[in-house]
């Protein structure tokens, strides 16, 4: 009875770690999940009166692309590409990690937050990519700064994961261009993956 019962608590215990472990990530974009049923949209400075262009298209079943033209006409210089993620419970993670092949540019990667305090605010965090390399990045959410219209701001609410209702990638780096941002992975994860001697919090896995 004794053995069966410790065979028991022993399975128990591996099905709440992994239960854990599983639901403590959220997958919004992966090769196997093609962005978790979410809707994509386009916001370029064109809603200002700019000239950018930009796309998000499924370029094969591994990945995605967010590409186009960035003009600094007419007072322009932005592109992005956005989801909301209502209904996904990003409780218990602690930042973003991504699996991306860019350009050399550096991208944002952005989230929104429910927070009504919040509403108008960007929670931003950089990654800067490198020319046809295949780059992970982990984002923890304690380096997102909230900014609107390009200005960061003092007065908002720190990100909290529980608040979480859209995300996305924003390119305004005022370099007038092509530009193309290839999208393998965006996962919300607890653990931070991070080796001792990193002087940055935000870091590029593949270094």
Known sequence: ??????????????????????FSSVILFSAKNKGAGLKWRIVNDTVMGGRSSSKWKFKSK??????????????????????????????NTNGISLRVKGDGRKYQFRIQ???PRARRANYT???????NIVQNFYLPYEEFYPTWRGRKLNDMPKLKEVDIYGVGFFLGDKVQGDFRLEVFEIIASKEK???????????????
Do not use: H, W
């Open 1 to 22: 009875m004794r053995t069966r019962f410790n065979n028991l608590s022993l399975f128990v215990s591996l099905f709440l770690f992994f239960s854990v472990d599983v």
């Open 113 to 115: 937050s429910n927070n």
């Open 62 to 91: 591994k990945n995605a692309q967010f590409e186009g033209y960035l003009s600094l006409e007419n007072n322009g210089g932005f592109a992005s590409v956005r989801a909301e993620v209502n209904g996904l419970n990003f409780k």
């Open 193 to 207: 993956i991070l080796p001792k001697n990193s002087s940055s919090s935000v870091l590029d896995l593949s270094e």
């Open 125 to 131: 965090c950089e990654f800067q990519t490198k020319k």
